[in-house]
C-alpha cells in the first residue's frame, strides 16, 4: 500500500501550471485530496480515490471536482456577500478489474484509457462540445 502523498497535477492552460493537491483524508476505501491554493474550502477543487475489493473483481474509481465560484458584481450595497459556487465541472473514470486479469491486461486498460482521454476525438468533444463524425 502506497502512502498518501501530495499530487502535483498541471492545469489545461496553454503554459500548463502545476497545481498540488495535498491529502485531507484517507480511509481504507477512499483518499481525497484538495487544491487548498484559494483558501475558501467552499472552492476548492478536489481529487478522490477509491479501490473497493469485491468477490470477482477490484473497482478502482477516480473523480476530479472543479468548483467554479461565483464573480462578486460591482453592485454588492457597500458589502462583501458570502463566497458562492456558481457551477461545477466534474471528472469521473471506474475500472472493474477482474481477479482473474493479468498485470499485463490491467496496464493496457490504463494506457488505453489515458490515451483515450488525450484523443484528439475526447479533446473536440470536451473542448469544444464537439461529436465525433
Same mark, same amino acid.
Given at each position: 500500500m502506497s502512502a498518501i502523498a501530495a499530487l502535483v497535477l498541471n492545469d489545461g492552460q496553454v503554459a500548463p501550471v502545476a497545481k498540488t493537491f495535498t491529502p485531507m483524508d484517507c480511509t481504507s476505501a477512499l483518499a481525497t485530496w484538495s487544491d487548498r =491554493?484559494?483558501?475558501?474550502?467552499?472552492?476548492?477543487?478536489?481529487? =478522490?480515490?477509491?479501490?473497493?475489493t469485491g468477490k470477482e473483481s477490484v473497482k478502482v474509481t477516480g473523480k476530479v471536482t472543479l468548483p467554479v465560484m461565483e464573480v462578486i458584481s460591482g453592485?454588492?450595497?457597500g458589502y462583501t456577500p458570502s463566497p458562492k459556487v456558481a457551477y461545477t465541472v466534474l471528472s469521473k473514470f471506474e475500472m472493474v478489474l477482474p481477479n482473474r486479469s493479468s498485470l499485463q491486461n490491467r496496464k493496457d486498460v490504463s494506457a488505453f484509457l489515458k490515451n483515450f482521454l488525450a484523443n484528439a476525438a475526447v479533446t473536440k468533444a470536451v473542448e469544444e462540445f464537439e461529436r465525433p463524425y
Open positions: =491554493t484559494s483558501g475558501i474550502a467552499l472552492g476548492m477543487p478536489q481529487v =478522490t480515490l477509491s479501490l473497493l453592485s454588492d450595497g
